[in-house]
């Protein structure tokens, strides 16, 4: 399992942008996901990326702001979040998961996570 660093959380308004980024400690030639908590809730997945990149699936609460991406060259994982709302904060986690079922969402699904970084989106 690939081991993951997540970083570029931080404090922002609301409207506001910010890109997570994933570190792996090897190849990204593996799906990927990115999944949220909020203190006290279950965590729960916001967008994921197949192995060959062509193929992303997102909640609904992120659809038309949030893009995953990764690129392998850099062996890195990303989360581009746009017009952030209050909602959105929590504390953010890359994981592998499984590839026939990256589109899940599910933490069921994941091979390995990230620390986690915290995203807080203030009105």
């Known amino acids: 399992q690939v081991q993951l660093v997540e970083s570029g959380g931080g404090s922002v308004q609301a409207g506001g942008s910010l890109t997570l980024s994933c570190a792996a400690s090897?190849?990204?030639?593996?799906?990927f996901a990115w999944f949220r908590q909020v203190s006290g809730q279950e965590r729960e997945g916001v967008a994921s990326i197949h192995r060959l990149g062509t193929d992303t699936k997102y909640a609904d609460s992120a659809k038309e702001r949030f893009t995953i991406s990764k690129d392998d060259a850099k062996k890195s994982l990303y989360l581009q979040m746009n017009n952030l709302k209050p909602e959105d904060t929590g504390m953010y986690y890359c994981?592998?998961?499984?590839?026939?079922?990256?589109?899940?969402?599910?933490?069921?699904?994941?091979?390995?996570w990230g620390q986690g970084t915290q995203v807080t989106v203030s009105s």
């Open positions: 090897e190849s990204t030639d593996y799906c």
């Open positions: 994981a592998q998961v499984f590839c026939n079922r990256y589109y899940t969402l599910a933490t069921q699904d994941v091979v390995s």
